[in-house]
C-alpha cells in the first residue's frame, strides 16, 4: 500500500491511477492514527443492495472516528421516494458507539442496532444482517466480488463489484436479494464537517453484469448549464475526482466526464443524470440514469446526502446501481433562498 497522506479531503483531490489491492485493505488501518492526530480522521465501510422490480435500495454503513474511538452507523432500507429519511421502512442508525464494538477488527462486528458484518474472505466475500422483530424488519445476505477491488492511487479508498445473494423481510414482508451492488471502504483521511462553497458531488456505479462496470466520483460540469453555475466553484478546478471501467477482466482509470444532473426544484434530490465518462484507453461510456428511489441522510449537520437507486441505461444494456449525492450547506441554501 502506498504510504498515507492526508494533504487533501477526497472532495479536492484527482485520483487517476490504481495501486494494488491487499488483505489489509478490508481491517482497520491503525498506522493512519499515527500519521494523522486530526479528530476527523475516517475510516468507513458501506455495503448496500437492491431489489430494482420493488424499487427497494438499503444502504448499511459504518463510519469509524479512530482518534475520537467513536462509531456511527446502521441499516437503512426503503422503497421509492421519501421526502424524509424517518419516512423509510427502515432507518436505523447510531451517532455515538465505543469502538470497543472493533475489537475483532473488520472481521466480525456489530454495532449496538444490531448491523452485524462479517468478512468471510478479504477482497472476496462478506456477509451482513440485521433484525428488528418489533417492526418486522430484518435481513441476511452475502456478498461475493465479481471483480478484483479497485483502490485508488491515493492508497485510501477501496471500490468492489459484488454479487449479492441473500433475504430481506421489510415490515414483514419478505423479499429476495438477488443482484449488483458496489461496496466501498475509504481510511486514513480527514474528514472536515466544516461548511464548504461547494457544488453537488456524485459517487455514481453500475454492473450490468459479471462482464462491465463502472464507478465514477464526480460534480456536474459548468458548460452544462447547472443550477449553481455563477455561485459556486468545483473544488480543485476538475470536476472527476476519481473513477474505473472495469470491462471484460480489465480495470482502466476514469480520466474525464461530461456530466449533467437534473434535480427536483422543491427537494433538490437528484431525479435524472446524463454523462459520458472517459477512461485512458480512449473509450467514451455514454450513460442515462433515472432515479427510482430516494431518500436524504445527515450524514452531518452541515451537509446533506441524497442516496438514491438509479436505473442506468448503456448501449441497450440496463442495470440499476447508485447514485449518492453530496449536497453541502451552501449549495441548499442558495437554491432555497
Not at 492511487?153 to 414483514?172: A, P, V
Not at 453484469?209 to 460534480?219: R, S, V
Request: net charge negative; charged share 25%; hydrophobic share 35%.
Amino acid at each position: 500500500m502506498n504510504e498515507i497522506s492526508t494533504k487533501k479531503p477526497f472532495w479536492e483531490s484527482k485520483n487517476v491511477g490504481f495501486v494494488a489491492a491487499t488483505p489489509d485493505c478490508d481491517f482497520l488501518h491503525p498506522g493512519a492514527s499515527l500519521v494523522e492526530p486530526g479528530k476527523s480522521l475516517t475510516e468507513t465501510h458501506y455495503l448496500g443492495f437492491n431489489i430494482p422490480e420493488e424499487r427497494i435500495h438499503g444502504l448499511c454503513y459504518m463510519w469509524y472516528h479512530p482518534n475520537l474511538k467513536t462509531v456511527t452507523g446502521g441499516a437503512w432500507v426503503w422503497q421509492g421516494i421519501k421526502k424524509h429519511n424517518l419516512q423509510s421502512e427502515l432507518f436505523d442508525f447510531v451517532t455515538f458507539m465505543g469502538d470497543e464494538l472493533l475489537q475483532n477488527d473488520l472481521h466480525d462486528f456489530k454495532l449496538d442496532n444490531s448491523y452485524h458484518v462479517t468478512t468471510i474472505e478479504a477482497l472476496k466475500r462478506h456477509r451482513i444482517r440485521y433484525e428488528d422483530t418489533a417492526r418486522q424488519n430484518s435481513f441476511d445476505i452475502e456478498y461475493e466480488a465479481m471483480m478484483p477491488a479497485m483502490v485508488l492511487s491515493s492508497g485510501m479508498h477501496l471500490e468492489q463489484g459484488m454479487k449479492t445473494r441473500g433475504k430481506l423481510i421489510l415490515r414483514g414482508k419478505e423479499y429476495v436479494v438477488n443482484g449488483y451492488t458496489v461496496r466501498d471502504r475509504s481510511w486514513g483521511q480527514l474528514r472536515s464537517e466544516a461548511n464548504q462553497f461547494f457544488p453537488p458531488m456524485a459517487w455514481m456505479t453500475g454492473v450490468f453484469g459479471d462482464d462491465f462496470a463502472f464507478g465514477c466520483t464526480a460534480f456536474d460540469n459548468p458548460e452544462t448549464n447547472p443550477d449553481w453555475k455563477g455561485l459556486l466553484e468545483v473544488p480543485g478546478g476538475q470536476t472527476v475526482k476519481g473513477g474505473w471501467i472495469y470491462q471484460d477482466g480489465e480495470l482502466t482509470p476514469v480520466i474525464s466526464a461530461i456530466k449533467k444532473t437534473t434535480r427536483n426544484s422543491a427537494t433538490l434530490f437528484p431525479e435524472s443524470v446524463d454523462m459520458t465518462i472517459n477512461d485512458t484507453k480512449g473509450r467514451s461510456f455514454k450513460l442515462h440514469g433515472d432515479v427510482v428511489a430516494a431518500g436524504n441522510w445527515r450524514t452531518w449537520h452541515n451537509f446533506e446526502s441524497i442516496i438514491c437507486l438509479i436505473r442506468w441505461e448503456h448501449e441497450g444494456r440496463v442495470t440499476h446501481g447508485d447514485f449518492q449525492e453530496c449536497q453541502w450547506s451552501e449549495y441548499i441554501r442558495l437554491m432555497h433562498r
